[in-house]
């Protein structure tokens, strides 16, 4: 009796070890499933939706929540509906309902869970219908940073036989070089010539580091050639080919439908100025799995070639403003769309058949694509997903490659989007844009 006491006594310790293992890994285990179902539905759900002023849109999200639509001149219809507070109207977002109003304007929407824990806020927009000219030019672009990007630092090889990091721990990655000792950098020339004429001395550099200027203090390092180095890499410019996606009826356009990053460091650049000019396809390296193709060509870069300027690089894209000289007219546009057409909004756009525009060949030509997926909560670049269906595409570059990015989508004579991203395990599909995601940038 006693050596089964003792025994009993020894696996209680163990039994309660084992108690406490479980109810933490169930615990664990019930955050983790919630954590990963609001997730899921909380992507199921956009951070803005626009309607056009006088038509009713349908939406169908299915999402096991309600929402307050906080505003007087906004009607839902919805079985069950109802105006509660006045001012307020509730709808159960687990049913299809559908959105009419006839003012312009912004509204709040608060998403519910449970009726009451409010974990989200929607910006409804009453817009007016918009016209835009879908292009599909290829484009030439040039975008000069606003100063000078730091890639990063290194060591100098200092005259007395030693190294030295000057910039370590006052420059990173990403900063942007705006002035030194005072002067206003624009070329990466002008900022070596400063720190050659300082003989050594200090130099103050004003960085812009996420949007925040801040004031460094960098000591120039002289090398055994006698020139003078703070141990920095940098870049000033960029250029490169891409797609014009559409022109407005106001003169303003936009293109490529993501933001052009650093190579090195995969940051957005600064713009400090930048023009879009005429280019020429020369080759075409075809897409396959596991690599991606490109086009590659001739960016005229004259005066008399340029398209336009830039003014904006965004994620979604750059955006600025079109010449008004007639040949660029001629160079932008398309014979198969020479008017304005109206723009698709999120919630009017279908699983299946599109086209898009691109120059490949010599010629804007339209080709049969798929749109397979909509992901409605995407505010990026790639709330579509497509694939390539025209055999004439596919044979001539084996899909989506780098330089169709900006490639308008266009379904049921509505423009949609825009090409951004292919996939890189299948160069007949790639992800899109939504334009009302673009045309936000120029409100």
């Known amino acids: 009796m006693r050596d089964e006491y003792e025994c009993q006594k020894n696996a209680d310790p163990v039994r309660k070890k084992y108690r406490i293992f479980l109810t933490v890994l169930l615990l664990i285990t019930i955050i983790g499933i919630i954590a990963f179902s609001y997730y899921k539905v ?9 309607i056009l002023a006088g038509k009713e849109h349908e939406f169908d999200l299915s999402v096991p929540m309600e929402a307050d639509v906080y505003a ?3 009607s839902v219809t919805q079985r069950n509906a109802s105006n509660i507070p006045a001012g ?5 977002l687990s049913k299809p309902f559908s959105l009419h109003s006839n003012e312009t304007g912004s509204y709040r929407v608060v998403v519910k869970l449970f009726g009451w824990l409010a974990v989200k806020e929607i910006k409804l927009d009453v817009i007016d219908t918009q016209e835009v000219i879908p292009c599909g030019s290829t484009i030439g672009i040039t975008l000069n940073t606003d100063g000078v990007l730091v890639l990063g630092t290194a060591k100098v090889s200092a005259k007395d036989g030693l190294n030295y990091e000057p910039s370590i721990g006052k420059l ?10 005072g002067t206003t950098i624009q070329s990466k020339e002008q900022l070596i010539d400063i720190i050659q004429q300082s003989n050594g001395n200090n130099v ?20 055994a050639e006698g020139e003078y180095k703070i141990g920095s890499w940098i870049r000033d410019d960029t250029q490169g080919i891409g797609t014009l996606t559409f022109v407005t009826t106001t003169g303003q356009f936009g293109a490529l439908g993501h933001g052009i990053t650093d190579v090195d460091t995969g940051l957005l650049m600064s713009v400090g100025d930048g023009n879009i000019y005429d280019a020429e396809i020369i080759n075409i390296v075809k897409g396959k799995s596991g690599t991606p193709g490109e086009l ?13 300027s830039i003014s904006e690089n965004t994620v979604q894209g750059i955006f600025g403003n079109i010449s008004t000289r007639a040949n660029v007219i001629r160079n932008i546009s398309n014979d198969i769309y020479k008017k304005p057409i109206p723009i698709a909004l999120k919630q009017d756009i279908k699983v299946g058949d599109a086209t898009i525009l691109c120059n490949v060949d010599g010629t804007v030509q339209e080709y049969k694509i798929k749109i397979t997926e909509i992901d409605f909560g995407n505010s990026q670049s790639k709330g579509l997903v497509i694939k390539i269906t025209d055999e004439r595409l596919t044979s001539l570059t084996g899909g989506i490659v780098q330089g169709m990015s900006g490639s308008p989508i266009i379904q049921d004579n509505k423009l949609v989007g825009a090409v951004t991203h292919v996939f890189i395990r299948d160069a007949t599909m790639g992800y899109g844009t939504f334009i009302e995601n673009m045309l936000q940038i120029l409100q």
């Open 204 to 223: 103050d550099l004003k960085v812009n580091r996420n949007e925040e200027f801040i004031n460094v203090v960098v000591c120039p390092v002289e090398t």
């Open 172 to 181: 990173k990655t990403g900063d942007y070089i705006v002035e030194a000792n």
């Open 42 to 50: 909380n992507s199921l759900i956009p951070e803005r939706i626009r």
């Open 72 to 74: 007087d001149n906004i």
């Open 88 to 92: 307020s109207l509730n709808i159960d």
């Open 296 to 308: 590659s060509g001739i960016i005229h870069e004259s005066e008399k070639s340029k398209l336009g």
